[in-house]
Nanobody, 125 residues
Framework: QVQLVESGGGLVQAGGSLRLSCAASGRTFSNYRMGWFRQAPGKDREFVAGINWSGGSTYYADSVKGRFTISRDNAKNTVYLQMNSLKPEDTAVYYC??????????????????WGQGTQVTVSS
């Protein structure tokens, strides 16, 4: 079993920055691939960013490329999402997810085995 707890969400003005954290417990964190997703009201959950077990490979949705950075600290069992140049359309609940079975593409929610409870990010114009 894996527990994931997100933090760092909040209200920010357009152009501002936030850093989300996701603390993991329960298994060997360095064995997982990790992803960040978001879900706005009335929309499907969408892929934001993914990272492999070592942090050496990262993947981004086109909508956040160049603005967001995913990283991980395996010593702290934590994955981060640094969000810069935020836009109102980034407003959503952000979720981290863990893939322990390496069963599919980073971008598909069904790839992931465990999810956090989510943290709200609101960007005002």
């Amino acid at each position: 079993q894996v527990q994931l707890v997100e933090s760092g969400g909040g209200l920010v003005q357009a152009g501002g920055s936030l850093r989300l954290s996701c603390a993991a417990s329960g298994r060997t964190f360095s064995n997982y691939r990790m992803g960040w997703f978001r879900q706005a009201p009335g929309k499907d959950r969408e892929f934001v960013a993914g990272i492999n077990w070592s942090g050496g490979s990262t993947y981004y949705a086109d909508s956040v490329k160049g603005r967001f950075t995913i990283s991980r600290d395996n010593a702290k069992n934590t994955v981060y999402l640094q969000m810069n140049s935020l836009k109102p359309e980034d407003t959503a609940v952000y979720y981290c997810a863990a893939d322990i079975t390496y069963s599919g593409s980073y971008i598909r929610p069904t790839t992931y085995d465990y999810w956090g409870q989510g943290t709200q990010v609101t960007v005002s114009s």
